[in-house]
């Protein structure tokens, strides 16, 4: 079946300018994270989304990063006012759910973000 | 804080090999862990889990250990080919939070 889609793949922006990423989990797949990775450096936790439960905030570096989740399907990763910081490749994952370190996590191919 | 560390860094071995990859962390209240592979410009393929309850799983020539109490676990490749050639990943899902935690990776490079 299909997997986990991002869109776009990449994505050059202009220093200031607010992006919006997208993330399609698989079908049935209740929990959805967002992760960056930077180049050269492991991959960091952003952001978590567990059914209709508040999600899990904890890991946004700034209060210009923010995400949603339109009930169990598609995630938007918002950053306003890119720096150039923020260069990375953002990571969507799903899950099946539940506890999410209890099950197996999916991940999509990523969008390259550039910001110069 | 969990942290997660694996070693080498980088490795180059010859096809037909044996290796063994290794990865530490720091909590051992962990539910799981996963190891992963990516490839350059690709996400990352879930290669095994394993449970906190489990000490191995398998697939194929591949095989993963888990030492909860040591807080280690080993990833074994056996008869290395060219194909296998990308960077794994480490990951522990938490007891308390919702993330995984990752190690910064093994590049691996086998040579034909």
């Known amino acids: 079946g299909a997997g986990v889609s991002q869109s776009p793949s990449n994505k050059v922006t202009e220093k200031g300018k607010d992006v919006e990423l997208r993330c399609d989990p698989i079908s049935g797949h209740t929990a959805l994270y967002w992760y960056r990775q930077r180049l050269g450096q492991g991959l960091e936790f952003l952001i978590y989304f567990q059914g209709n439960s508040a999600p899990d905030k904890s890991g946004l570096p700034s209060d210009r990063f923010s995400a949603e989740r339109t009930g169990e399907s598609v995630s938007t990763l918002t950053i306003q006012r890119t720096q150039q910081e923020d260069s990375a490749v953002y990571l969507c994952a799903s899950s099946l759910g539940g506890l999410a370190g209890a099950t197996e996590q999916y991940f999509g191919p990523g969008t390259r973000l550039t910001v110069t | 804080k969990q942290e997660v560390t694996q070693i080498p860094a980088a490795l180059s071995v010859p096809e037909g090999e044996n290796l063994v990859l290794n990865c530490s962390f720091t909590?051992?209240?962990?539910?799981?862990l996963q190891w992963f592979r990516q490839d350059p410009g690709k996400g990352l393929t879930s290669l095994l889990l394993?449970?906190?309850?489990?000490r191995e799983q398998t697939s194929g020539r591949l095989n993963a250990s888990l030492d909860k109490s040591s807080g280690r676990s080993t990833l074994y490749i056996a008869a290395s080919q060219p194909g296998d050639s990308a960077t794994y990943l480490c990951?522990?899902?938490?007891?308390?939070?919702?993330?995984?935690?990752f190690g910064e990776g093994t590049q691996l490079t086998v040579n034909p």
């Open positions: 394993i449970q906190s309850s489990q």
């Open positions: 990951a522990v899902g938490e007891t308390s939070g919702s993330r995984l935690t």
């Open positions: 909590d051992s209240a962990i539910y799981n």
